[in-house]
């Protein structure tokens, strides 16, 4: 089940609405037992996250792409994929799929 976004930009995050989600996200894996990652964000939230070295709190992230898209977004995003980003996370890491969690 696709969970909330929740990994935003530094500038974005209200503790307030965080709680919101992290609670969301506790219910959806405990009380309905839905298979869900804990994390969920776009790629270039995500990416800037990295370029700043912060922390990252959760064990499986889904990452949300749009390839194709050409919007200057979309056009700057495939620019990061075609990056070796996977190699310069600050933890380990491995590309999965919902039959993974």
Do not use: C
Not at 36 to 50: H, K, N, Q, S
């Amino acid at each position: 089940m696709r969970g909330t976004i929740n990994i935003l930009p530094v500038e974005y995050m209200e503790s307030r609405r965080m709680i919101k989600k992290a609670l969301y996200g506790f219910l959806m894996r405990t009380v309905v037992r839905a298979r869900t990652p804990e994390g969920l964000a776009g790629f270039i939230d995500f990416y800037a996250r990295v370029e700043k070295r912060m922390s990252f709190d959760w064990r499986s992230i889904e990452l949300m792409v749009h390839p194709g898209a050409t919007s200057p977004h979309g056009l700057y995003e495939e620019v990061l994929l075609q990056k070796d980003w996977l190699s310069h996370l600050p933890f380990p890491a491995r590309l999965g799929t919902y039959f993974d969690l």
